[in-house]
Antibody, heavy 115, light 107 residues
Framework: EVQLVESGGGLVQPGRSLKLSCAASGFTFSNYYMAWVRQAPKKGLEWVAT????????YYPDSVKGRFTISRDNAKSSLYLQMNSLKSEDTATYYC????????WGQGVMVTVSS | DIQMTQSPSFLSASVGDRVTINCKASQNINRYLNWYQQKLGEAPKLLIYNANSLQTGIPSRFSGSGSGTDFTLTISSLQPEDVATYFCLQHNSWPYTFGAGTKLELK
């Protein structure tokens, strides 16, 4: 059974940092591009980062470029999202996923940016 | 960035109805368009990939069509369990972008 389990969310002040983790199991993690997708409360979906199978290529939209860093450890079947200089508009549920051809999603982890 | 305009935003239909949801891309995305279903409190679920390919395990009442800039998700006979919000996603070029969603409710 495929499982993606996110952790590391919580309440953080604006301007501070937070690192999300995602533990994968039930599939060959190293064979898949992975992503972080977020959803602000009662809002739509936003794709915030993608990483290639080896980790050599990463992609970010302008909204998070320069502040967020996606990384992976294939030996540990783990995905990460380092979030720096957080803003109130980063408040969202963050999903670890490989959702393009496969339908792999975590349950989501909430990040709240507020003073 | 490619903008995805999804319509309608809200849809009310009866059990057994044929339902259609549309997505229009701001430029050509070939067939790189996926459809997702999201129920309250859950992660999205992939229904259709590459415009018209049914994901494994998804009921055949769901279908997708289109290419280029105009795409449609069709539910041939609405069932109560289809109440959800539906999103399109273009994965033709980075940054990948979602439509704003269509909330589907039972009449």
């Amino acid at each position: 059974e495929v499982q993606l389990v996110e952790s590391g969310g919580g309440l953080v002040q604006p301007g501070r940092s937070l690192k999300l983790s995602c533990a994968a199991s039930g599939f060959t993690f190293s064979n898949y591009y992975m992503a972080w997708v977020r959803q602000a409360p009662k809002k739509g979906l936003e794709w915030v980062a993608t990483i290639s199978t080896s980790g050599s290529r990463t992609y970010y939209p302008d909204s998070v470029k320069g502040r967020f860093t996606i990384s992976r450890d294939n030996a540990k079947s783990s995905l990460y999202l380092q979030m720096n200089s957080l803003k109130s508009e980063d408040t969202a549920t963050y999903y670890c996923a490989s959702p393009i051809r496969t339908d792999y999603w975590g349950q989501g982890v909430m990040v709240t940016v507020s003073s | 960035d490619i903008q995805m305009t999804q319509s309608p935003s809200f849809l009310s239909a009866s059990v057994g109805d044929r339902v259609t949801i549309n997505c229009k891309a701001s430029q050509n995305i070939n067939r790189y368009l996926n459809w997702y279903q999201q129920k309250l409190g859950e992660a999205p679920k992939l229904l259709i990939y590459n415009a018209n390919s049914l994901q494994t395990g998804i009921p055949s009442r769901f279908s997708g069509s289109g290419s280029g800039t105009d795409f449609t998700l069709t539910i041939s006979s609405l069932q109560p369990e289809d109440v959800a919000t539906y999103f399109c996603l273009q994965h033709n070029s980075w940054p990948y972008t979602f439509g704003a969603g269509t909330k589907l409710e039972l009449k």
